[in-house]
């Protein structure tokens, strides 16, 4: 089995120093974002939302989680796998980042599959899937575990449900 840990923090909540030397995954919510973030990505996180800086209105916030100092090929896959599983757990959950065009590279995990099987993702700290004024940190991790399934497809099983809609009064 092969496990990654994320710890997502606010963005506020992460000194410069930190993200200027970070890649991992991040989570834009601007402007009005309230019910679904702006976008998802992974990468040199300084360096993606410097290109982000004028494609998203103000205010931006959003969450991060560091992968890793220096950049590898395990870091970039372990980034790359996050990012897909959230862009997956966001649309299973009506939660699709608004801003991203299509889901992320799940083909990452082929390599870990044929080495251990399972891959398990633990999430810590706060939640990207909800709207970054109104998110405290966790008390415990939520664990995502991928599988394959008998036609060879990625299951994804996490503990997110659908998003609950607000009904207007009548």
């Known amino acids: 089995m092969e496990s990654i840990r994320c710890q997502f923090a606010r963005l506020s909540d992460i000194s410069v120093d930190e993200l200027l030397h970070a890649y991992g995954v991040y989570v834009i919510w601007s402007?009005?974002?309230?019910?679904?973030?702006s976008y998802i990505g992974e990468g040199d996180i300084w360096s993606r939302l410097g290109q982000h800086r004028n494609r998203f209105p103000r205010p931006v916030d959003g969450y991060a989680t560091i992968i890793g100092y220096e950049y590898t090929a395990a870091t970039k896959r372990n980034a790359q796998i996050v990012e897909a599983v959230l862009l997956a757990i966001g649309e299973e959950t009506d939660r699709y980042a608004v801003h991203n065009k299509?889901?992320?590279?799940?083909?990452?995990?082929?390599?870990?599959?044929?080495w251990h099987g399972v891959v398990k993702i633990h999430f810590e700290g706060n939640d990207p899937f909800l709207e970054p004024g109104t998110s405290r940190p966790a008390k415990g991790k939520r664990t995502v575990s991928i599988t394959l399934n008998d036609e060879g497809n990625f299951m994804v099983n996490h503990p997110w449900r659908l998003r609950r809609l607000r009904l207007p009064k009548s």
Do not use: H, V
């Open 31 to 37: 402007g009005k974002s309230r019910a679904r973030p």
């Open 102 to 114: 299509r889901g992320g590279n799940l083909a990452k995990l082929d390599k870990l599959f044929d």
